[in-house]
Nanobody, 126 residues
Framework: QVLLVESGGGAVEAGGSLRLSCAAS????????LGWFRQVPGKEREAVSC????????YYADSVKGRFTISRNNAENTLYLQMTSLKPEDTAMYYC???????????????????WGQGTQVTVSS
């Protein structure tokens, strides 16, 4: 059974930082591309950042470029998202997900991801 468990969410003021983690089990972690997605009520889930299985190839949504950094530790089966200079518009439920397909350069389609965590809430106040 594949299990992805996010942690690290919380409430911060604008300009603050958070580090999200996603612990994975039940899959060959180093064979999967991984991603962070977010969703607010009433809106579609959107890609925030994705990383290839090797930890080098990355994708960032324009809205987070220069502020968020994705990384992974294949030895510890963990995915991270370092978020800095947070803005109120970053408020959302954040999900991690895994995709066995080849990395898609320049995109991170929600529909490609097969396994999902339960999410962790990030709330940024102004």
């Amino acid at each position: 059974q594949v299990l992805l468990v996010e942690s690290g969410g919380g409430a911060v003021e604008a300009g603050g930082s958070l580090r999200l983690s996603c612990a994975a089990s039940g899959l060959r972690f180093d064979q999967y591309n991984l991603g962070w997605f977010r969703q607010v009520p009433g809106k579609e889930r959107e890609a925030v950042s994705c990383v290839g299985w090797e930890g080098i190839t990355t994708y960032y949504a324009d809205s987070v470029k220069g502020r968020f950094t994705i990384s992974r530790n294949n030895a510890e089966n963990t995915l991270y998202l370092q978020m800095t200079s947070l803005k109120p518009e970053d408020t959302a439920m954040y999900y991690c997900a895994a995709d066995i397909r080849p990395f898609l350069y320049g995109a991170c389609p929600v529909g490609n991801f097969d396994y999902w965590g339960q999410g962790t809430q990030v709330t940024v106040s102004s």
